[in-house]
């Protein structure tokens, strides 16, 4: 059972920047890992995705601005955050996919292949 624990959100103000954490327990080797989003009153929204190989998909709202990466030593996520506006406000979650499962490049943003999340940690941007 695998298990994501995040850590990193808080409030900043527009242009600043933070770094998430996810911590995960259990075996995702294999997995691809993912930040979603969710504002109040909004849809879940996929943020970036990586797999084991080190191939990455952003959202087109943060092309240049976040840059996930994973340090499999420590099986832990991140997400550098860079000129944050207050748009990015949201709660952020981390998410895992079955590692026997195969998730092709142009759905890793959608939340469906993934079947372990965290819990979530908020991220205000004021302006």
């Known amino acids: 059972q695998v298990q994501l624990v995040e850590s990193g959100g808080g409030s900043v103000q527009a242009g600043g920047s933070l770094r998430l954490s996810c911590a995960a327990s259990?075996?995702?080797?294999?997995?691809?890992m993912a930040w979603f989003r969710q504002a109040p009153g909004k849809e879940r929204e996929g943020v970036a995705s990586?797999?084991?190989?080190?191939?990455?998909t952003y959202a087109d709202s943060v092309k240049g601005r976040f840059t996930i990466s994973q340090d499999n030593a420590k099986n832990t996520l991140y997400l550098q955050m860079n000129s944050l506006k207050p748009e990015d406000t949201a709660m952020y979650y981390c998410?895992?996919?079955?590692?026997?499962?195969?998730?092709?490049?142009?759905?890793?943003?959608?939340?469906?292949?993934?079947?372990?999340w965290g819990q979530g940690t908020q991220v205000t941007v004021s302006s």
């Open positions: 998410a895992a996919s079955d590692p026997e499962v195969w998730i092709g490049h142009l759905i890793r943003l959608n939340g469906d292949p993934y079947n372990y």
């Open positions: 259990g075996n995702t080797y294999g997995s691809v």
């Open positions: 990586i797999d084991s190989h080190g191939y990455t």
